[in-house]
């Protein structure tokens, strides 16, 4: 089985522009997620999607490998759709699964890449993701944390930021309920991400804003696993200063 690790990186960040060439401690963002992503021995290749020509150039200039995507792709998603059928038109590349990497988690063990691509040595695996148990009630309540509740077949049910289950009695996580916490790692096969950037736009998506939903309403499982360690996603500049070294 041939895997694809793309790691989507788009420069016009609303709230951190620029953000994949934001230095981290003498590397780039962009530099330090590809060179993690790469130590996960499960990817055949591993390259970045992106709409500039500055990321474009560092990632050749590191001696990663790059496609350019168009300003259009409205998702990671569709860019990874994009640079999947790049390499597929340019280069006669053809993958079974696409792994699709945030670009701004730069400090992604392999290991959590390679148990997502664990779910797909079962054929009935279209698409897989991400999930850790949640201890706090800080994060259970968190609008900016996405939860998840999954069936005993452990595919996801519902994705939330609101916390899910409702308790009716209000006690810790812990004493009462295993409640978990999405992280955005995913996995497709390359010919269920053509049907899924095919969906429009789901009414579950908009009243969450979360893009997964689009594809439940659609009737798309999604498997989960599960991982015991934390992502650090660098959504801002004041987040970036608080992983930086003075």
């Given at each position: 089985?041939?895997?694809?690790?793309?790691?989507?990186?788009?420069?016009?960040?609303?709230?951190?522009?620029?953000?994949?060439?934001?230095?981290?401690?003498?590397?780039?963002?962009?530099?330090?997620?590809?060179?993690?992503a790469g130590k996960c021995e499960s990817l055949t290749h591993l390259v970045?999607?992106?709409?500039?020509?500055?990321?474009?150039?560092?990632?050749?200039?590191?001696?990663?490998?790059?496609?350019?995507?168009?300003?259009?792709?409205?998702?990671?998603?569709?860019?990874?759709?994009?640079?999947?059928?790049?390499?597929?038109?340019?280069?006669?590349?053809?993958?079974?699964?696409?792994?699709?990497?945030?670009?701004?988690?730069?400090?992604?063990?392999?290991?959590?890449?390679?148990?997502?691509?664990?779910?797909?040595?079962?054929?009935?695996?279209?698409?897989?993701?991400?999930?850790?148990?949640?201890?706090?009630?800080?994060?259970?309540?968190?609008?900016?944390?996405?939860?998840?509740?999954?069936?005993?077949?452990?595919?996801?049910?519902?994705?939330?930021?609101?916390?899910?289950?409702?308790?009716?009695?209000?006690?810790?996580?812990?004493?009462?309920?295993?409640?978990?916490?999405?992280?955005?790692?995913?996995?497709?096969?390359?010919?269920?991400?053509?049907?899924?950037?095919?969906?429009?736009?789901?009414?579950?998506?908009?009243?969450?804003?979360?893009?997964?939903?689009?594809?439940?309403?659609?009737?798309?499982?999604?498997?989960?696993?599960?991982?015991?360690?934390?992502?650090?996603?660098?959504?801002?500049?004041?987040?970036?200063?608080?992983?930086?070294?003075?």
């Amino acid at each position: 089985m041939k895997i694809l690790g793309i790691i989507p990186s788009r420069y016009a960040s609303t709230r951190f522009p620029g953000k994949p060439l934001a230095m981290i401690n003498g590397k780039t963002m962009i530099q330090r997620v590809y060179e993690q992503a790469g130590k996960c021995e499960s990817l055949t290749h591993l390259v970045v999607a992106t709409d500039h020509d500055a990321i474009y150039n560092h990632v050749v200039g590191f001696g990663g490998d790059v496609v350019m995507t168009s300003q259009e792709a409205g998702s990671g998603t569709e860019r990874c759709f994009e640079a999947l059928n790049h390499l597929k038109k340019n280069q006669s590349l053809q993958y079974d699964v696409v792994i699709n990497i945030q670009g701004d988690e730069p400090f992604i063990s392999p290991t959590q890449i390679y148990a997502v691509t664990t779910l797909f040595t079962l054929p009935e695996v279209k698409i897989g993701t991400l999930i850790k148990k949640i201890s706090t009630e800080n994060e259970l309540n968190d609008p900016n944390i996405v939860k998840v509740v999954r069936n005993v077949s452990k595919e996801a049910l519902y994705f939330s930021r609101a916390a899910i289950p409702h308790r009716r009695e209000k006690v810790a996580p812990a004493e009462h309920f295993e409640f978990y916490k999405h992280i955005g790692v995913y996995g497709y096969r390359s010919e269920t991400l053509k049907k899924l950037i095919a969906l429009p736009v789901s009414n579950l998506e908009k009243a969450e804003s979360l893009e997964q939903l689009r594809w439940l309403e659609n009737g798309f499982k999604i498997q989960t696993a599960e991982t015991e360690m934390d992502i650090t996603s660098i959504d801002t500049y004041e987040d970036l200063i608080k992983y930086t070294k003075t």
